[in-house]
């Protein structure tokens, strides 16, 4: 009867007033909830669950009561408006729909009767403009009588109607229910029988996510039933936790804006930013760059430095030739923090250059001559280096300004400066590079990186990896690239060989495996892209030599990961580093192991006296598993944009997350977040939109 009934009302101007009112509040724009899981979405839905619970204090749900009370809203609204912050906060999305189901006997007819007549009601709130929780509260209450008023439209019909993209992976519209019983002191009393509830996990859900209150004399238990297939119990247990967090919040402080609720308990805090960023370690502060090389020198004078082709150059002579370069840049002007550009091909005179610009006590920047004109004279005209070290060919090919330029020291002119180290000209937090960023986000920028960020770089490599006098690492990289500052320098301060790849070589796998044959590298670098390369290389399974591969630059696939294992030599690692041009070269790492079953390859945990801090737009920490801001501290943090005092403000930051770290942080623009080991998950650019699984 009531079906029959239903049928014949609901249609013509009825159903068109029902209609009307839900595409004006839907609208054509139906995104689904991207919270972020610990597993891939399956492409077909699984209902295997998992249930969680909380009891909220009598006293937490009367101060809640009263708040919706003065509103003019109820409980459950009360705890919708905490659900929907929560899911904004982890979401980052601002409208916010979440399925719940109404009783739908709103006819006295059908009040006696027993029987199915629930439907489900969408309500979908705008939480934009971070507002006070109470103008939210404002905000659901009205979402949800709107919705009361016109429940009588099957849900199905709604769907119908909308067309929403469909997918048998998610259910439409929503992926998040609140189901919300409020019953009477008699409701569970019937004549002649004693009734009592038992509560049991069914391992069933039929969303991501299905959050379920029942008031009782006791309190309001909160369950949470998750998607077990998306989440793990851990990660259902902190959003649930969370979730108390934001209700207590709201109770206590009503008037705060949404993104001020803390979603961490003391405990993850701690966690987060202090054991997973215990770093320090003892480390020789007050030493540059070149005096390590030196050191090393001293050690084994005689032992080969440094090879390219045919050519080579003992640890002695690298220091002879390098110390006498030194000698003519310092009569040229060249001091503490100072800049030279160098423009040259690799080769020898490149590491003798480089070296060289260090013992000056100043700055290189590297002016790459395979560059096109047009940002080789926007790198010369940005960085105005006084002083720049090329040859005569290379000279009469670049862009140079003909007043006001730099003075051009050219290779081969002879020179009768002592052999011995120049006096000091540089200190720890001297300069001791400027490269500039690729201009994939905008301009290219030159970082200022210190002596004391380097070294503490090399020396955590060391200390992680520990290269002898028997290693043999290639440099293959540009030197407008912050890797090639490990590949030149991690081998001379260790007596290590050098070996200096032709120019271009690196773009050759052919070459690459003929080379790490003939000179026996064990240590090299590869970007992800150029590694793919090289593994299809029929050569590269004979590279025996061969014991450690870094890959940085780019995000790193499982699937190369699990390539890598298959064609390389048994005992071969690989390690994920990560780090930006604005940091020391990398501040993450991570050792790869073959059949790991994670879909991505994690960045890993910072390296020594680094930190790492993920947060939200207001600079927050964010929870376990939630995607923010990588953000960077430590001493590897550059001094900042070379003559951009405003970028270099906007970018490197005070911290925020407590007065007792302190400090500066750079605001890397990536997305990242933490797992439940404190590893950290890479998950693209800010100013990309980023589907997480």
Same mark, same amino acid.
């Given at each position: ?46 209902? =295997? *669950?998992?249930?969680? $619970? !909380? &009891?909220?204090?009598?006293? /937490? ?5 009263? %708040? #919706? ?113 409020? =019953? *009477?002191?008699?409701? $569970? !009393? &019937?004549?002649?029988?004693? /009734? ?5 996990? %069914? #391992? ?119 110390? !006498? ?369």
């Amino acid at each position: 009867d009531f079906a029959h009934w239903q049928r014949d009302w609901l249609q013509g101007q009825v159903l068109e007033e029902q209609l009307a009112y839900w595409r004006e509040k839907i609208g054509t724009d139906h995104p689904i909830l991207e919270l972020p899981t610990d597993r891939p979405r399956p492409p077909v839905q699984s209902y =295997r *669950g998992t249930v969680r $619970s !909380r &009891l909220l204090s009598q006293r /937490l749900v009367q101060e809640l009561v009263a %708040l #919706g009370r003065r509103r003019g809203a109820t409980l459950f609204m009360t705890i919708m408006s905490a659900l929907k912050v929560l899911l904004h906060r982890y979401s980052g999305q601002s409208a916010i729909s979440v399925g719940s189901p109404i009783a739908g006997r709103n006819q006295a007819e059908i009040e006696p009767l027993i029987g199915f007549f629930v439907n489900t009601l969408l309500l979908r709130t705008d939480l934009g403009g971070n507002p006070r929780f109470e103008a939210l509260l404002a905000r659901v209450r009205d979402t949800a009588l709107g919705a009361y008023s016109h429940q009588d439209l099957p849900f199905e019909v709604l769907v119908e109607e909308l067309h929403p993209e469909r997918s048998l992976s998610y259910s439409p519209l929503f992926q998040v229910m609140f189901s919300f019983r409020n =019953r *009477g002191p008699n409701a $569970s !009393r &019937l004549p002649g029988l004693s /009734l009592d509830s038992v509560d049991f996990d %069914l #391992g069933v859900v039929k969303f991501d996510l299905e959050l379920v209150g029942v008031e009782r004399a006791e309190g309001l238990p909160l369950s949470l039933e998750f998607n077990a297939i998306l989440f793990e119990t851990a990660t259902g247990t902190r959003i649930l936790e969370a979730l108390l967090l934001v209700l207590q919040g709201a109770a206590e402080s009503p008037s705060l804006p949404i993104w001020d609720f803390p979603l961490l308990d003391s405990g993850q805090r701690q966690q987060l930013l202090y054991d997973w960023n215990d770093t320090e370690v003892a480390w020789p502060k007050e030493v540059c760059l070149h005096e390590l090389i030196e050191r090393q020198v001293a050690r084994s004078p005689e032992a080969v430095a440094v090879i390219f082709g045919e050519q080579s150059l003992t640890y002695a002579e690298l220091a002879v030739r390098s110390n !006498r370069r030194a000698g003519v840049l310092r009569s040229l002007g060249a001091d503490m923090d100072s800049l030279v550009g160098i423009c040259l091909e690799r080769s020898l005179e490149m590491v003798v250059s480089i070296l060289a610009v260090l013992k000056a006590g100043g700055a290189y920047v590297p002016i790459d001559p395979s560059y096109p004109r047009e940002r080789l004279a926007y790198m010369l005209g940005d960085s105005r280096v006084p002083l720049l070290l090329t040859t005569e060919r290379l000279a009469a090919e670049l862009p140079l300004q003909k007043e006001g330029g730099p003075t051009i020291l050219c290779l081969g002119a002879s020179t009768d400066e002592p052999a011995g180290p120049p006096q000091p000209g540089a200190c720890p937090a001297s300069a001791a590079y400027v490269i500039f960023t690729s201009g994939s986000t905008g301009r290219p920028k030159g970082v200022m990186n210190s002596h004391r960020g380097i070294v503490n770089r090399l020396l955590w490599m060391q200390q992680t990896y520990g290269l002898g006098a028997e290693d043999r690492v290639v440099q293959k990289t540009p030197f407008s690239f912050d890797v090639s500052v490990w590949e030149f320098f991690w081998p001379l301060l260790t007596g290590a060989r050098l070996v200096v790849a032709r120019p271009e070589g690196h773009q050759d796998p052919a070459y690459l495996a003929r080379l790490f044959v003939e000179e026996g590298i064990t240590t090299v670098h590869f970007v992800p892209s150029m590694l793919q390369a090289f593994l299809e290389e029929p050569a590269a399974v004979g590279c025996s030599s061969l014991r450690r591969v870094i890959a940085s630059g780019e995000v790193l696939p499982a699937e190369l990961r699990e390539r890598f294992f298959q064609r390389m030599p048994t005992g071969v690692e690989l390690h994920n580093l990560y780090g930006p041009t604005e940091a020391a070269v990398d501040v993450t790492f991570e050792r790869c192991a073959p059949g790991s079953e994670e879909a991505s390859v994690p960045i890993g945990r910072p390296v020594a006296n680094t930190r790492i801090h993920i947060l939200d737009r207001e600079m927050r920490p964010v929870p376990v598993g939630i995607v923010g801001e990588l953000h960077i501290g430590g001493v590897q943090v550059a001094r900042g944009y070379l003559n951009r005092p405003e970028l270099t403000a906007e970018r490197f930051v005070a911290d925020p997350c407590g007065e007792e770290i302190g400090g500066r942080l750079y605001k890397t623009g990536d997305l990242a977040r933490h797992l439940p080991d404190g590893r950290v998950e890479f998950l693209g650019r800010l100013d990309h939109q980023v589907k997480v699984r």
